[in-house]
């Protein structure tokens, strides 16, 4: 199974602060990754397919990047409704395997 | 745009059997690979297995099988996961959740369902 370590587990930022989150591969799985954001108590949204393309209607303050084993999802300025976690996902190999989670939250 | 609406939350008692549901609209049906994913309370997300409606492929995730079936019924549209011994463990909200055919099998998930609460209490 390919393992997905995502980093940092949790965070705590102000309004209009720069987010970064990374997500590494333990193998090779060229541009095959996801980002998806889950509110509480909600189910999980596709806002970054294939490493670095923006989902339609996702606004452009989050980008993605990154091939092979390293991947970052950034979040321009942060928003008080960003407030979520944040999972990657492969898509490489079967099983899928998701990153274990980023927390966001407003310092 | 995609819907897939999921049946409502289970209370189950260890033991008995159980089978939800998630029922794909506004797109081609058999034309997409349906997954189930695990969400433990207060964890992460697990992948458990997909399922191709059009010819019924079916695979697992190897920490899943044996423990669930999934199925699929095309001629309404609708995907599903089956226990037939639940145990305290199976707790959790579970999603459906639709992935297009790709290279490699499957692209990722691009729409989810609202998830399904089951809890399993004695």
């Known amino acids: 199974d390919i393992q997905m370590t995502q980093s940092p587990s949790s965070l705590s930022a102000s309004v209009g602060d720069r987010v970064t989150i990374t997500c590494q591969a333990s193998?090779?799985?060229?541009?095959?990754l996801n980002w998806y954001q889950q509110k509480p108590g909600k189910a999980p949204k596709l806002l970054i397919y294939d490493a670095s393309s923006l989902e339609t209607g996702v606004p452009s303050r989050f980008s993605g990047s990154g091939s092979g084993t390293d991947f970052t999802f950034t979040i321009s300025s942060l928003q008080t409704e960003d407030i979520a976690t944040y999972y990657c996902q492969q898509y490489d190999n079967l099983p899928l395997t998701f990153g274990g989670g980023t927390k966001v939250e407003i310092k | 745009e995609v819907q897939l609406v999921q049946s409502g939350a289970e209370v189950k008692k260890p033991g008995e059997s159980l089978k939800i549901s998630c029922k794909g609209s506004v797109y081609s049906f058999t034309g997409y690979w349906i997954g189930w994913v695990r969400q433990m309370p207060g964890k992460g997300l697990e992948w458990m297995g997909i399922i191709y409606p059009g010819d019924s492929d079916t695979r697992y995730s190897p920490s899943f099988q044996g423990q669930v079936t999934i199925s699929a019924d095309k001629s309404i549209s609708t995907a599903y996961l089956q226990w037939s011994s639940l145990k305290a463990s199976d707790t959790a909200m579970y999603y459906c959740?639709?992935?297009?055919?790709?290279?490699?099998?499957?692209?990722?998930?691009?729409?989810w369902g609202q998830g399904t609460l089951v809890t399993v209490s004695s």
């Open positions: 959740a639709r992935l297009p055919p790709g290279i490699n099998l499957v692209q990722g998930i691009d729409s």
């Open positions: 193998q090779d799985i060229s541009n095959y």
